[in-house]
């Protein structure tokens, strides 16, 4: 079988895809939409994916594809703690300047702020970019910020250890696969989570609470809910919505019934399971 993940390789994508399919054939690509249609094109049978940072939220690019992807669901939900080095060649050097994935360097602000407050910052695509070109630029003092797999991979030297912001700092990936033509919620899940696209009916006061009384009412515990725009205009959104789990299904089943009868459409992702995945990349 075949897995793609958002490269390159050494990120931190990367890391939980090794962690949890080590012997399973890893492709790499440039973009989570290139990523997912991989699946859809079936040159790949499975994909990982971020889907949420503790710090920084959710992945928009993800949500937004799998909203539009009406053949994609979710297996799995791996979590990855994350913890940011800083490298460089030469640990002796003064950084002349910094690089990263944005995301890096706003979930390392306080200590760039604290340390090195007036070097320059330069955003690059990924982490492991950052980290590849400092290994091959040694003469331009560069230092990168990456993961401590990127800097055994590039031959780089860590001159700060773990300097992220929070030491809570998480990253939830989604295992994506092919929908199958059965319902997705038989898959024999009895504790885990439940994920779902809910689109209003209209937009009328009140709308919103009714169809979250359907859960709520029957004990059912909600996780998580946000709220994407639909991109239609202004004002129109769809939900993305986290369900526990808990061998509960037959009474979720019931509150996407009563939901439907009120006019609104729900696509559901999985049930799937929750892997945890260690800094190490060990499960």
């Known amino acids: 079988m075949k897995i793609g993940y958002l490269g390159p390789k050494n990120s931190f994508t990367y890391q939980a895809t090794n962690a949890g399919f080590p012997n399973l054939i890893q492709l790499a690509f440039q973009t989570i939409p290139k990523c997912l249609e991989a699946i859809s094109d079936q040159r790949i049978d499975m994909a990982v994916i971020p889907i949420e940072n503790s710090l920084e939220g959710s992945v928009h690019a993800s949500m937004d594809y799998l909203f539009h992807s009406k053949d994609l669901t979710v297996k799995q939900e791996m979590i990855l703690p994350i913890r940011q080095q800083?490298?460089?060649?030469?640990?002796?050097?003064?950084?002349?300047?910094?690089?990263?994935?944005?995301?890096?360097?706003?979930?390392?602000?306080?200590?760039?702020?604290?340390?090195?407050?007036?070097?320059?910052?330069?955003?690059?695509?990924s982490t492991t970019y950052a980290a590849e070109y400092a290994s091959a630029h040694p003469d331009e003092a560069v230092a990168a910020i990456a993961s401590k797999q990127a800097a055994d991979a590039f031959s780089l030297r860590i001159i700060g250890h773990d300097i992220q912001?929070?030491?809570?700092?998480?990253?939830?990936?989604?295992?994506?696969?092919?929908?199958?033509?059965?319902?997705?919620?038989?898959?024999?899940?009895?504790?885990?989570?439940?994920?779902?696209?809910?689109?209003?009916?209209?937009?009328?006061?009140?709308?919103?609470?009714?169809?979250?009384?359907?859960?709520?009412?029957?004990?059912?515990?909600?996780?998580?809910?946000?709220?994407?725009?639909?991109?239609?205009?202004?004002?129109?959104?769809?939900?993305?919505?986290?369900?526990?789990?808990?061998?509960?299904?037959?009474?979720?089943?019931?509150?996407?019934?009563?939901?439907?009868?009120?006019?609104?459409?729900?696509?559901?992702?999985?049930?799937?399971?929750?892997?945890?995945?260690?800094?190490?990349g060990e499960q």
């Not at 640990?91 to 090195?116: D, R």
């Not at 700092?169 to 994920?195: A, H, M, P, Y």
């Not at 859960?215 to 059912?220: E, K, L, P, S, T």
């Open 86 to 125: 800083l490298m460089m060649v030469d640990p002796n050097k003064k950084p002349e300047v910094i690089m990263s994935h944005p995301q890096a360097l706003a979930q390392s602000q306080a200590y760039l702020n604290e340390h090195y407050p007036t070097t320059p910052i330069v955003q690059t695509p």
């Open 165 to 280: 912001d929070n030491d809570q700092n998480e990253t939830r990936f989604w295992v994506i696969t092919k929908r199958c033509t059965q319902d997705s919620r038989q898959q024999n899940v009895t504790k885990g989570k439940l994920s779902f696209f809910l689109t209003l009916p209209s937009n009328q006061p009140g709308v919103l609470h009714k169809m979250l009384a359907a859960f709520a009412w029957r004990g059912i515990d909600l996780a998580k809910i946000e709220s994407r725009p639909l991109k239609t205009s202004l004002g129109q959104y769809y939900f993305i919505i986290d369900l526990t789990v808990d061998e509960n299904e037959p009474l979720i089943q019931y509150a996407f019934e009563e939901i439907a009868l009120l006019g609104a459409e729900i696509r559901v992702l999985g049930p799937y399971e929750i892997r945890m995945i260690s800094a190490s």
